[in-house]
């Protein structure tokens, strides 16, 4: 079997300004006990268009180098108040990800502040859940195993009419997929929060910071246990 896991920050456990990919994640704690492969594309700072973009790519090749394999991929996804600016110079060029940067919606770039002042929730909440029902459904094509959840705390994905018609399609096959924790009743944040983790930069993030091994090794038991597809 194969796990593979991407995200931003929260799956990375980012220590001193470095992600740890391969350090005390849940990711790696869930391998250890299946005794399964761990490949972690996590990136600090990921949109979600990152996170589903290189998944997608990931896994095809995977799928492709491995057709016998059981493959499984845990989706940590992030807040919509994150974008990404593409340049002519590879950002990564050790994880060729693409001419790409990502941004959150407080940093200075003048790109990024002309994109907050155009910010519709109704919008980036319709081509999330687009991106979220292509990605699922690309993987069950090839047939590879899939959990996905919200990095971020309940709350930070502002609510918005679901019954439009340009979004109520997107949302009931969202709402109705089971290996989907949705952004409206699970965030991994609130889920450390509730079980008595305290972040790590608590002082810096507040209750949106990151958490320590003892979290990430409760949330893998948690997966295990819930969840049961491993």
């Not at 194969?2 to 990919?21: E, R």
């Not at 699970?186 to 910071?209: M, S, V």
Request: glycine residues 8%; hydrophobic residues 30%.
């Amino acid at each position: 079997m194969i796990l593979y896991s991407n995200s931003d920050s929260y799956g990375v456990l980012p220590q001193h300004g470095q992600d740890t990919p391969y350090g005390e994640v849940y990711g790696k704690f869930i391998a250890d006990q299946i005794g399964s492969k761990f490949i972690n594309r996590g990136r600090s700072g990921s949109c979600n268009s990152r996170i589903m973009r290189t998944s997608t790519r990931d896994l095809i090749k995977l799928r492709s180098e491995n057709p016998n394999k059981k493959i499984q991929a845990l989706i940590s996804l992030t807040t919509t108040y994150r974008t990404e600016t593409w340049v002519d110079t590879n950002v990564h060029p050790e994880d060729q990800d693409g001419h790409f940067k990502s941004y959150l919606a407080g940093d200075g770039n003048p790109l990024i502040k002309q994109w907050v002042m155009q910010y519709n929730n109704e919008a980036e909440q319709t081509n999330l859940l687009w991106q979220v029902l292509m990605f699922t459904n690309t993987l069950k094509s090839y047939k590879i195993n899939y959990l996905i959840w919200w990095g971020t705390k309940i709350g930070v994905v502002k609510p918005i009419e679901y019954s439009n018609p340009f979004i109520k399609d997107f949302y009931q096959e969202f709402r109705k997929d089971k290996n989907i924790l949705s952004f409206e009743d699970f965030g991994f944040c609130n889920w450390c929060l509730d079980q008595g983790h305290i972040p790590f930069d608590h002082k810096q993030y507040g209750d949106h910071g990151h958490h320590g091994p003892e979290a990430h090794k409760q949330f893998a038991e948690y997966l295990i246990a819930k969840k049961s597809v491993f």
